[in-house]
């Protein structure tokens, strides 16, 4: 697959067509092309929150179940992070998403007062995190951006949740990249450059692309050019999501389309 470099001249006008204001033109990368786009997934690609809320919605029509399902969204997420971090500290030892996801649950099963569920109906809502689904602009504007680079996942979900969430929504990757190949979860700098020698680029000619300014502040760090997405419901309607200073990224769009056109796709 060959792919057509974009250099800083044609970033510069793409974001001029797209009537950036000049602060935010002189934040286009700057030092080289860009290859490849690497994503972060959850709440940047896909819609965590109300997958969670549907699946659990289906649960209350076949068991009868009482549940408060959008707290019950927010409380797995609010997990996540936590769960991640006794792993990247050392006191637990490497597990997967699906296995912290799953210890997560278990716990959410009594803090919710959820009962009458058998263990496959229990994995099955485990696994619900493989069945997110995309926000409306993902599939046409990563189908977009894929015409000129070669766009891959760089998330904290493991392998098969990952492929599996892929091959249910849709989703146009030309390769899958997860932490569990690294051993480590983001922001963990192990994350990102393994993505770079695995896409066998330097980090300079890959873009990180997410809705999550930790994330991002990670990439740049390890040396990817950086584009945040804005996503304000990823915590719903109430909620608020992430937004950055346009300084501290090169590139700042409101979905996937505006980041196709300025990066000229």
């Known amino acids: 697959m060959s792919v057509e470099r974009v250099n800083e001249a044609q970033l510069s006008a793409a974001a001029a067509s797209a009537g950036d204001s000049p602060s935010e033109r002189d934040a286009s990368p ?19 929150r109300s997958s969670i809320i549907r699946e659990g919605r289906l649960l209350t029509e076949t068991k009868g179940l009482r549940v408060d399902w959008a707290k019950f969204a927010d409380a797995w997420r609010a997990g996540y992070r936590p769960a991640m971090n006794r792993v990247r500290t050392g006191e637990l030892p490497w597990t997967n998403l699906d296995g912290l996801h799953r210890a997560i649950l278990n716990d959410l099963l009594r803090r919710f007062k959820i009962e009458g569920l058998s263990e496959g109906e229990i994995d099955h809502l485990n696994r619900a995190w493989h069945r997110l689904m995309p926000w409306p602009d993902s599939v046409p504007g990563l189908n977009r951006l894929r015409s000129r680079y070669v766009l891959a996942t760089l998330s904290n979900g493991n392998m098969a949740l990952l492929v599996n969430m892929a091959k249910n929504a849709g989703l146009p990757w030309d390769c899958v990249l997860s932490a569990e190949l690294a051993g480590h979860y983001k922001p963990d700098p192990e994350v990102y450059r393994m993505a770079a020698r695995m896409l066998g680029l330097s980090p300079s000619e890959v873009m990180m692309v997410a809705a999550h300014p930790g994330d991002l ?35 700042v769009a409101s979905d996937f389309f505006e980041l196709a056109g300025k990066l000229g796709t």
Request: charged share 25%; glycine share 12%.
């Open 217 to 251: 502040q990670a990439a740049k760090d390890a040396g990817f050019r950086t584009a945040f997405v804005s996503r304000p419901l990823e915590y719903g309607p109430e909620g608020q999501g992430d937004t950055v200073s346009k300084a501290d990224v090169d590139l």
């Open 30 to 48: 700057c030092c080289g092309p860009v290859k490849a786009l690497t994503f972060d997934v959850f709440g940047t690609v896909v819609d965590w």
